[in-house]
């Protein structure tokens, strides 16, 4: 059996969880996330925690892991919720919240608008920090991806939008 996949999931006071055969729903103070279940693979609520458990040992066995794991961080989003801060690096780089937009200065002889999608709050603290704010993983990770595609760092001087700490290892510039 999956190692992952033997650890229940428990659930801390103020979660709930409704388990039907298609998918798993668990509610909580901000909001609620549901997962579908994988044919073979079946979850079971006993006291205050989530169990997965799965039909035969092939594929079934990981999709069994990557449940549990999908539960795990879905209880952990609707307790806590889940924060992604990126930097931007470069002379006139800034970042600005407009309603349901963020509105990016990249360097470009453009400005780039970037719509925040439903279920992710975006905040500017300073002009070159950006934070992303959510209950589910996967998306506020998506966000900040697409986010930091618009420019990633460079290279050479290391300018562009990157995640807080984020190590650039700079290439050597051209020798005379």
Same mark, same amino acid.
């Given at each position: 059996?999956?190692?992952?996949?033997?650890?229940?999931?428990?659930?801390?006071?103020?979660?709930?969880?409704?388990?039907?055969?298609?998918?798993?729903?668990?509610?909580?103070?901000?909001?609620?996330? *549901?997962?579908?279940?994988?044919?073979?693979?079946?979850?079971?609520?006993?006291?205050?925690?989530?169990?997965?458990?799965?039909?035969?040992?092939?594929? *079934?066995?990981?999709?069994?892991?990557?449940?549990?794991?999908?539960?795990?961080?879905?209880?952990?989003?609707?307790?806590?919720?889940?924060?992604?801060?990126?930097?931007?690096?470069?002379?006139?780089?800034?970042?600005?919240?407009?309603?349901?937009?963020?509105?990016?200065?990249?360097?470009?002889?453009?400005?780039?608008?970037?719509?925040?999608?439903?279920?992710?709050?975006?905040?500017?603290?300073?002009?070159?920090?950006?934070?992303?704010?959510?209950?589910?993983?996967?998306?506020?990770?998506?966000?900040?991806?697409?986010?930091?595609?618009?420019?990633?760092?460079?290279?050479?001087?290391?300018?562009?939008?990157?995640?807080?700490?984020?190590?650039?290892?700079?290439?050597?510039?051209?020798?005379?």
């Amino acid at each position: 059996m999956s190692r992952i996949a033997k650890a229940p999931v428990s659930l801390p006071q103020g979660v709930t969880a409704t388990v039907s055969p298609e998918a798993v729903v668990i509610k909580g103070a901000k909001g609620s996330l *549901s997962v579908p279940l994988q044919r073979g693979v079946s979850v079971v609520q006993s006291d205050k925690k989530l169990e997965v458990k799965f039909a035969d040992p092939g594929i *079934s066995r990981t999709q069994a892991g990557a449940t549990r794991a999908h539960l795990a961080n879905m209880v952990l989003g609707v307790t806590k919720g889940y924060e992604r801060k990126l930097e931007l690096v470069g002379v006139g780089f800034r970042a600005a919240v407009q309603g349901k937009n963020l509105n990016l200065t990249l360097g470009f002889s453009h400005p780039v608008t970037f719509a925040i999608p439903e279920g992710i709050t975006i905040e500017t603290p300073s002009q070159t920090e950006i934070v992303i704010k959510g209950i589910d993983r996967q998306k506020v990770g998506q966000v900040a991806a697409e986010i930091r595609d618009v420019r990633p760092p460079e290279p050479y001087k290391g300018k562009g939008v990157r995640y807080a700490g984020e190590q650039i290892t700079l290439k050597e510039g051209k020798k005379k």
